[in-house]
């Protein structure tokens, strides 16, 4: 939304007719060059992109997969606000799709409607833009899709469609756009792509987790020559979705929410494969409170001997959209309440700090504490 809510004010002036497609567009890419800009600056080598939506990144999924349901009209092409909207919103004459939770957090989503008769197609190619566009401003990032397994099976059937109709059939018809995606991204430079798939948290069973396996063994090729990350977060894996995991094709890394996975640290801590990466989610992204760096400190150090120094990174325990932006903005807050907080800027600041700490093989970061409370009031 941006650190004063610009997005959210220019999303209503554009609703609201009192501004432009453009100007619209303007903020937005000025929001993304700030975000990058900042987290390249803060040291961090790992920057996320298509992780910008004007609404919701289920619904970029869709825009890019050309599942738009018939009423909206939607005749082909790349999909443009006045489609996006109203599938978000409705509009005068039809309603909008379903929005629910995600997950278990205050965020919400527009529901993928689906079935057997819609005709899938490459219809928004913002992941591919928006890397172009980062690269253009010397940023090399990691763009990220949902993985197209979670969402199909955060998709419900379409109206009209049988409710026992087994989404997962899908799968062969989203795979190919995806691999039309992945192609133009090697093609535009990117030598790393992250694919969230957080269902793996749920409870699965074999047939919906031989879905990931299948996927990914589908995309390998097309993967190839790329730094392949996969994405869980905001619950532990059993057991069995940790194995399906770490048994994907074509899959470099991991990143894994620990701040809610104490038994998936313990799987880590078991049996974690030879020569992969680690991104490990020690920095809790979805609260506003400062983190015990200490204590993440000690949980890296005893991954670092199960997964090699080389291979450990250190990351959020999922995206920062869940937490406030910027503490630089509450200017009114006490001195002492503001020293127990870390906004989303402060914890891409703890991520590197920690990061920095392992690099230098330091046995403890309680130094660290005052120079990250400083930095944050100097802000």
Not at 2 to 16: I, N
Not at 51 to 78: H, I
Not at 117 to 139: I, M, P, R
Not at 183 to 206: C, M, N, R, Y
């Amino acid at each position: 939304m941006g650190p004063k809510r610009e997005l959210k004010f220019a999303l209503e002036s554009f609703w609201d007719k009192k501004s432009s497609a453009e100007d619209l567009q303007k903020v937005a890419a000025d929001l993304r060059s700030s975000i990058w800009k900042q987290m390249s600056d803060a040291g961090i080598k790992y920057i996320p992109s298509n992780t910008f939506s004007y609404y919701d990144q289920v619904l970029d999924a869709t825009s890019m997969l050309g599942a738009v349901p018939p009423r909206y009209g939607w005749n082909g092409g790349e999909i443009g606000f006045d489609t996006y909207f109203s599938m978000a919103r409705g509009n005068a004459s039809v309603p909008a799709m379903e929005m629910t939770k995600w997950f278990d957090t205050n965020y919400h989503f527009i529901v993928p409607e689906l079935g057997p008769d819609v005709n899938f197609s490459y219809a928004s190619h913002k992941a591919v833009d928006e890397y172009k566009e980062a690269k253009a401003l010397g940023v090399n990032t990691v763009p990220v899709l949902i993985g197209p397994v979670s969402y199909l099976l955060l998709s419900k059937p379409a109206k009209g469609v049988e409710k026992t109709f087994s989404l997962l059939s899908l799968l062969p018809k989203i795979l190919p756009i995806y691999k039309e995606v992945i192609s133009e991204l090697k093609a535009a430079g990117a030598s790393w792509i992250q694919f969230d798939e957080p269902t793996l948290v749920l409870d699965l069973d074999s047939h919906k987790l031989q879905a990931f396996t299948a996927a990914y063994d589908y995309l390998e090729s097309t993967l190839s020559g790329l730094n392949v990350l996969i994405e869980t977060y905001f619950a532990d894996l059993t057991a069995e979705a940790y194995k399906t995991l770490i048994g994907l094709k074509g899959v470099t890394a991991y990143g894994l929410d620990l701040v809610r996975g104490a038994q998936t640290l313990d799987l880590v801590k078991s049996n974690f494969p030879k020569g992969k990466y680690l991104f490990a989610g020690v920095v809790d992204g979805r609260n506003i409170w400062a983190n015990d760096l200490a204590a993440s400190f000690s949980t890296l150090k005893e991954l670092e001997a199960v997964v090699g120094k080389e291979n450990l990174v250190v990351s959020t325990s999922c995206s920062l959209l869940h937490t406030a932006v910027d503490l630089v903005n509450e200017t009114k807050l006490d001195d002492e309440i503001k020293s127990w907080l870390a906004f989303a800027a402060q914890k891409v600041v703890e991520v590197n700090a920690l990061a920095k700490a392992l690099a230098g093989q330091k046995d403890e970061v309680s130094h660290l504490i005052l120079p990250l409370v400083y930095f944050w009031f100097s802000m």
